[in-house]
């Protein structure tokens, strides 16, 4: 668990960039499952911040827009990685 520090986070700074990034992990498994991890821990934190009754909404803010872009670098990397697979069988026959 991250207990709550955004820093210790992968930062996208946009969607560009974390679609970008997924294009580029579509061959890598392991990166594609640690931004899954990532994410799940950016929601677990702003889950834990939203209940919180003195809640920091700049901090909520800013996990949400994390949580975004990680979830798009994992889509980025699997539709990349699905059409790399459609590709090849297309090559073969």
């Given at each position: 668990m991250n207990n709550g520090t955004?820093?210790?986070?992968?930062?996208?700074?946009?969607?560009s960039e974390a679609l970008s990034y997924g294009k580029f992990c579509s061959d890598k498994p392991h990166i594609v499952?640690?931004?899954?991890?990532?994410?799940?821990?950016?929601?677990?934190?702003?889950?834990t911040e939203k209940s919180k009754p003195d809640r920091?909404?700049?901090k909520m803010?800013?996990?949400?827009?994390?949580?975004?872009?990680?979830?798009?670098?994992?889509e980025a990397a699997r539709k990349a990685g699905n059409n790399e697979k459609d590709s090849h069988c297309r090559k073969d026959l």
């Open positions: 955004i820093e210790n986070y992968w930062l996208f700074a946009n969607t499952k640690k931004l899954e991890s990532l994410r799940g821990e950016i929601l677990c934190d702003y889950e920091d909404l700049q803010m800013n996990l949400a827009a994390q949580g975004q872009f990680h979830r798009e670098a994992v």
